[in-house]
């Protein structure tokens, strides 16, 4: 059974830094055509891509230059380094995970998906 564990969310300034991790278990997911991806849901909002990364990475043009996505493939394990957090970044964040190849975008491309972890970025 596949399962992915997201931690390192948390109450920030804005300005500040958060890094988000997720730990795949059950499965192996490899650089070749299995996106891992973030998404992010505010309240009363829909479900929206942040980032993903397969053989290419991938941004929401929101957070360009201020957050980066990685992989460490040997820990089956997705990063997410969040730099210069806005208010407007207060979201629970969702790690996936795609067992296809489809769009790395699009969350009807990912299989799996974490429970999330609450970002708070305050004023």
């Known amino acids: 059974q596949v399962q992915l564990v997201e931690s390192g969310g948390g109450l920030v300034q804005a300005g500040g830094s958060l890094r988000l991790s997720c730990a795949a278990s059950?499965?192996?997911?490899?650089?070749?055509?299995?996106?891992l991806g973030w998404f992010r849901q505010a309240p009363g909002k829909e479900r929206v891509f942040v980032a993903a990364?397969?053989?290419?990475?991938y941004y929401a043009d929101s957070v360009k230059g201020r957050f980066t996505i990685s992989r460490d493939s040997a820990q089956n394990t997705v990063y997410l380094q969040m730099n210069s957090l806005k208010p407007e970044d207060t979201a629970v964040y969702y790690c996936?995970?795609?067992?296809?190849?489809?769009?790395?975008?699009?969350?009807?491309?990912?299989?799996?998906w974490g429970q999330g972890t609450q970002v708070t970025v305050s004023s």
């Open positions: 990364i397969s053989l290419n990475t």
């Open positions: 996936a995970a795609a067992s296809g190849s489809g769009a790395a975008t699009l969350w009807s491309s990912y299989d799996y």
């Open positions: 059950g499965r192996t997911f490899s650089s070749y055509g299995h996106a």
